[in-house]
């Protein structure tokens, strides 16, 4: 009943918003530590990207990419004139 009175009065939900966001940082819990963590990661992850995956290095290292796919889809051929080494 006290949920539904809150909810109703636009003041009291917006104290208990703010008094469970204090209490979420206050309080050592752990899914605020798993939510730190998280976010730590994520705004590394978009480092490496941003500095590692964003642009190839050189103009001259890009490729269309049709030619890409035929590179990564292919077949390589074997070498037959090796043979087998295994029933030497």
Do not use: C, Y
Not at 21 to 37: L, S
Not at 42 to 50: G, H, N, P, R, V
């Amino acid at each position: 009943m006290t949920i539904t009175q809150n909810l109703r009065n636009p003041l009291r939900a917006a104290s208990w918003t703010w008094t469970r966001i204090a209490g979420w940082a206050r309080g050592p819990t752990f899914a605020r530590d798993i939510t730190i963590v998280l976010a730590i990661k994520f705004a590394l992850l978009f480092a490496l990207k941003f500095a590692f995956f964003n642009h190839p290095q050189a103009q001259h290292m890009s490729l269309p990419p049709e030619q890409v796919a035929q590179a990564l889809l292919s077949v390589p051929a074997s070498n037959p004139s090796e043979g087998d080494h295994h029933a030497r």
